[in-house]
Structures are given as structure tokens and as C-alpha cells.
């Protein structure tokens, strides 16, 4: 595998393509977020950027990728601040809502029970497929249900509407205060620079009543049973979606562009390769979700000279830097 030149001059991912910011001849829209934003582990072509560069290419409109790996809101407010900002973007859009989803915000003596599949066919091929691939092929066959998880209860702010919620609250679950003070943040650098920023809602494969198969979506199963363990399927549902509409809401507040991700992206396990992250096929339909509503954003913005905005001429690198960019090539051949 040959990976040349990931990173521009400008310290952001591009596959390498570009080497010199432009100069405000044509719109530019950045992306900011976690790990699914940068596209970790796969060529530039089939990360959630690069399928949206494709896609807009024809209106003029250039997408940079300023996503990071395994961040949350606090360090995506840095990115802005320190990076993002002083390269002008027209529309910065926001899309992170995992790793901050710590449903411990309101649950009381989180259980510390080992996670284990449920019934005796699915533990023993899950404890012999490490070691056997007759085992391995054998979890091709097998469907199986969430795995059993100990009680615990959920203490639900009083007074909260869970389906209205009202954002002035200081007690909003899952970190959710944290992360409009962060937006706020990100709303006041770009205002900054004449930008605006966009809030997209998050989709993962959190879903009451999944059944999954225990060999083609065993990523997903250990996701979902081990790493948010023990929370079970509908809770981690039922967060999701007041996370969603909680980022509705302070878009529409704020009169912001809201991109609704997970009222258009279903929850098919063929696109996910985790629960969080998708396939090639998972991110070309994402990416395409976002490009139908960014659209109309764009045309409208043309239309009325507000894009692209004049900006001065930069350097050929980011100001942030002190030294010049390097190329640096990876060539992993077998010894």
C-alpha cells in the first residue's frame, strides 16, 4: 500500500492534490469533526470530503477536510480557532456526536458486569474465533440479538421535554451543554472572517431491536455490547435522537443550516464497517445525503453574490506554520 503526500501544504488531508490555497475565486466549504470526517485508513477519494469534492466540483466549490481523529467538541473548537478560521472558509460544517455520547451523564451506579453474547452457540464462536476459522466461518450463519445486559435506570433531568427540549437548561444530557458552549465558540471565530457555520445531525448503528450477524458485523456487535457497554440498544437510541434534536433546535435558534444526516441515512449494517463508521458504499450514500442539502445552500448563496466572499491573498502555506511544509512518503513494502 503507497500513500504519497496526505496532508496539503495547508496541514489539512486532500489526498495531496492541492498545494496552494486559493485565493476566494470560488466558494470553500470545510469540513470539521472526528475521525469519520478525516476518513482514517482509506484513500482521500473515499472519505466523506473527497466524495463531497466530487460532488460539487461542477458548482465551483471547493471542500477541505479539517477533521481529526477521536475528538469531541472542545478540540474541534480549537481546530477552528487556530486553523480553520484564518483560511476564510464561506460555510464550516459541524458533524461529530459519538464521542461525546456518555450516557453515564444520567445514569446512576453505571453496572461493571463483563459483556458477554447471549445463549451457548454464540459465546463459544465468539471465544473460538480468535483461533479457529472454522469457527469464524461458522458466525457467517449465525444471527444474533442485542446481548444481555444488567439493569440499570436512567435518571432523566426533571422538568426536561425530552422532544422539546429547552436549550437555556444547564443540565441537558450527554454532554450536550459542553458542546453548544463549543459551538457558540465556533460561531463567534467565524463570524470573525465573515463564515458560517452549519450543524449536521449524527447517525451511527444504535438501534432498539437490531439483530446482527455474528461474523459480518461482528465490528458492529463489539461496538455496540463491549465499547457502550452496558447500555442497551434503545438507550443508546434514545440519546442519539434528543442529541439530534437538540442540534436542530440550536441550529434553528441560532438560524443556522441544519444538515439532517440521520433522517435520511438508514440503519443497514452492510454500511457500516463499525458502529460508527461506514463502508465505501456507507459513505458515497452519506456523502450524497449531505450534497442534496448542501445544495440549495450553494445555489443560494451564488445567486446572491454572497459566495464567494473577496479575501486577501495568502501564503503558500498555513499561517499557523512556522516552517515550511515537507513532503514526507510512506512506501510499505514486504521486507
Given at each position: ?25 470560488r ?30 466540483k ?38 461529530e456526536?459519538g464521542n ?17 453474547p447471549?445463549g451457548?452457540?454464540?459465546g ?10 472454522l ?35 444547564g ?49 458492529i456487535?463489539e ?37 439532517d ?20 458504499q ?7 445525503i449531505?450534497?442534496l442539502?448542501?445544495v ?8 446572491s ?20 511544509p515537507?513532503?514526507?512518503t510512506?512506501?510499505?513494502k514486504?521486507?
Open positions: 500500500m503507497h500513500f504519497q503526500e496526505i496532508s496539503n501544504s495547508l496541514g489539512l488531508r486532500d489526498g495531496g492534490r492541492r498545494t496552494i490555497p486559493p485565493v476566494g475565486d466558494p470553500r466549504i470545510l469540513l470539521i469533526g472526528d475521525s469519520f470526517t478525516e476518513g482514517v485508513g482509506v484513500p482521500w477519494e473515499e472519505t466523506f470530503a473527497g466524495r463531497l469534492q466530487t460532488a460539487l461542477a458548482k465551483g466549490v471547493e471542500v477541505l477536510n479539517a477533521g481529526r481523529e477521536s475528538i469531541g467538541s472542545r478540540d474541534i473548537a480549537a481546530v477552528v480557532r487556530h486553523e480553520v478560521a484564518a483560511l476564510r472558509p464561506d460555510l464550516v460544517v459541524y458533524y456526536g461525546q455520547l456518555e450516557l453515564s451523564t444520567v445514569v446512576k451506579d453505571v453496572p461493571k458486569a463483563v459483556p458477554r447471549g451457548v452457540l454464540a463459544w464462536l465468539r471465544d473460538l474465533a480468535d483461533h479457529s476459522a469457527a469464524r466461518r461458522a458466525e457467517g450463519f449465525v444471527d444474533i440479538p442485542e446481548w444481555p445486559k444488567p439493569a440499570y435506570e436512567i435518571s432523566w433531568p426533571e422538568g426536561l421535554d425530552e422532544f422539546d427540549p429547552d436549550l437555556r437548561r443540565d441537558l444530557p450527554v454532554n450536550l451543554n459542553t458542546i453548544m458552549g463549543d459551538l457558540d465558540s465556533i460561531r463567534a471565530d467565524l463570524a470573525k472572517v465573515d463564515g458560517e457555520l452549519a450543524v449536521a445531525s449524527f447517525h451511527w448503528m444504535a438501534k432498539d431491536g437490531l439483530v446482527l450477524n455474528a461474523g459480518r458485523h461482528k465490528p456487535i461496538g455496540l455490547n463491549v465499547t457502550y457497554a452496558p447500555y442497551r440498544y434503545r438507550d443508546l437510541e434514545r440519546l442519539t435522537n434528543f442529541e439530534n434534536r437538540v442540534f436542530k433546535k440550536y441550529a434553528a435558534a441560532h438560524g443556522l443550516p441544519f444538515i444526516v440521520a433522517g435520511h441515512m438508514p440503519h443497514d449494517p452492510e454500511l457500516f464497517s463499525d458502529a460508527v463508521h461506514n463502508t465505501p456507507g459513505v458515497r450514500l452519506r456523502a450524497w449531505v450534497f442539502q448542501l440549495p445552500i450553494v445555489e443560494q448563496r451564488l445567486a453574490g454572497a459566495w464567494p466572499k473577496p479575501v486577501p491573498a495568502m501564503a503558500d502555506r498555513h499561517p499557523a506554520f512556522k516552517t515550511p515537507r513532503r514526507i510512506f512506501d510499505c514486504p521486507n
